[in-house]
């Protein structure tokens, strides 16, 4: 049997995690230079998850998704902040 995407990826790196139907709470897009930012905050979870498109995107709030990330660290106002970076989210 072949196996999926996701799968493959997990198997090829080993700080990758995947979520599945999780739901979201907030959805925020900003520009950046040629990008749009977006963050999203999952239910139960108080550490923000961020990607990266060329083009807006619809709003995710109350969506339920599938996420595949990794967790990183940014410095912000001096100080440490975690989140996680999404590698691939899909609408469940």
Known sequence: MPKSPVTKM????S???HSTDV???????REQDDW???TIMIDGVSVPFIYKRKKPYRSL???RVNLTYYPTSKQVAGFEME????VRIRVA
Not at 23 to 29: L, T
């Open 83 to 86: 989140m996680m970076k999404v």
């Open 61 to 63: 709030i109350g969506a």
């Open 15 to 17: 700080d990758l995690t």
């Open 23 to 29: 739901k979201v709470v907030s959805h925020v897009q």
């Open 10 to 13: 997990l198997d090829k790196h």
């Open 36 to 38: 749009y930012v977006n």
